[in-house]
Structure formats: C-alpha cells, structure tokens
C-alpha cells in the first residue's frame, strides 16, 4: 500500500498464491491486514493497480501458471466497496508494471545501488523534453517465464505512457553456436524446437543443468532442483551447473539482441529476475559482452544500447504506484 502524499508505501503483506482458493479471497485478506494493521490511519484507497503475469486488457486476465484462477476488474472494485473504499482497480501485465518502473525510476533520477552494469554505458538521467521523445526501452527477465515489454519515452495512449508488453517469451529459439544447437536437439530436453521461455526461466535453467549432468557428465538429472541451489553449486564448484548458468546466459544474451533489433531499442535494455541477482554479475556481463551484439550485419546497431540488472525489489511494485498515478489523474484530471 502505497501514500502518496508521503511517498511511500505504508503497508505490506506477503500472500501466497497456494494458500488461497482465489485472487479475491487473497485480495480480501490483505485488506483485512491493511485496516488492522493501521487502524485509524488507515486512507480511503483510490486506486489499486494488480501487476499480473498474462495477457490483460486492463480489465481481466487468467493468470499464467495458476489454473483455474481468473481476475476482473468488475470483482476487485467490488471487493474494494464492501470494505469502504471509493477506488476503482486496474490490471496491468507483470512486465508492463515494470517498464511503469522504470519510468518512475527514471523521473526520480536512477541511483547507482538500483542497478548493476552489464553491457555499455547506461545514461541514468530521464528524456530531455524535445530530444529523446520516442527513445525505446527493453525490460526483459526469465522467471515463472520469460517476460519482455518496450517502453517509449514521452509518449502516451489514451492518457497513459505507451508500455508494449509481448509474448516475445514464446518466439521459438533459434541455436546460434553448436553448443546450443546440441542443447536444442536433447531428444528428453526439447526434442528439437522449442521456445526460448523454456530455456531463459526457472524450470529452463534446471533443463540446461539436467542436459549437462547427463549428456558431459553421466550424472543421473535433479528434477526439482532450483535455481537458487543451481547457483550455489556452481559457486561451489560444480561443473554441470557452471556450465548450464553459462549457457543460460549466453542464451539471454541472443535472445535481448535479437530483441532491441526487433524492437528498435536505442536507450536501454532492463534485465530483471531473482534468478538473475543471485548469479555472479562477471559471469553475466562476460557472456553479453561475447554474444548480445554479434547480429550479423547490424552488430554495431545493438552494441549502442546499454544492458543493466535492476537491483530495486520494488520495482514492480513501483511501476503499479505509477500506473496508479495516472489511472486517478484520468478518471478525474481536475482532482
């Protein structure tokens, strides 16, 4: 729960998606915890915006990798009334809520404990009024999945800033070394095409590490595995899950150049994910510098856009307060 006027948020709660029959049921409990927790100070809410993982038109969405669950906006604002407040509510894709951060963050002016230079210069300060209207930006991070939305700088639809989010995720994944193409042609990994999400995401890295214990080292595969413990044996020394998080990256790399290409990116690819900043930030930012520019004939053109790794937790959180900002300004621009 964010204020406003104080700038900051005022309430948190950790839910999980398991521990409850619906989104709603979880809705009403946070609120529930809101109002106890501040009582008195507790405000009147205006606006709830839900970053969510799926396509959205702002009013409903299924949530991806949680069946059976379904979240319109008709409910929510419902929910909010039966608790006294006079808000409204809006859905916004998971990656959108992120390129609203980044704008956030980047009309506060980027500070240097918010990100971690991967590849080039990152230029911290916003646009310049006049001059860099229309820049574009990537956000981009493997997770549940492999989100990916531009952000163009300046300028607005329908009242809002204009946020792309994509599928780009599920573009098949096309190998660009013979270490990949092997990989790719794992007859029990991706029998021979496959999307790039099933690479680039939680279950992707242990794919790329189950590959590896047992095609170089006849090492039988950790179904459930983690992420995290994959990094901490390759911290370890671990040789299977040095070489998978090598992979993992220099397939993140393809994949983001391929994608300022196609989204004619010129001010800055945004990488995102707790998978990613738990990795050892060398070991990125040497597989990028190898492999996300080499595009053929337009090498030159991605080598001009800068990679970070936002290290700000709350930049989705950020990006649905942003989101929130112009959804009330909309409904009521004289209030």
Known sequence: MFETEENQFVFR????????EDFYEMMDHFLVAYESHLGADAKMIRNATFGVAGPTNHQSVCPTNIEGWEINTQTTNAILEDHGHKGFSSIINDFEALGYGVLRLFEAGFTKDEFEPIYGRFRTTPARVGEDIGYRSLVCGPGTGLGVACLVEGLMKDGFPFIFSSEGGHTSMAPETPEQLRFLGDGQTFNGKQSYEHALSHVGLRNIYNFFRKADYNAEPHYSISSKKIVELATDGDQAATD?????????ANFCGNAVLSFNCDRGVFLWGGALRIMPADLITSRFKKYYARRCSHSDRVARVPVVLLTNPEVPLL?????????VEYADPDG
């Open 319 to 327: 990006g649905c307060v942003h989101r929130s900002v112009f959804e």
């Open 244 to 252: 998978s998080i090598e992979l993992f990256c220099e397939l993140l």
């Open 13 to 20: 709660s950790e839910l999980g998606t398991a521990d409850h």
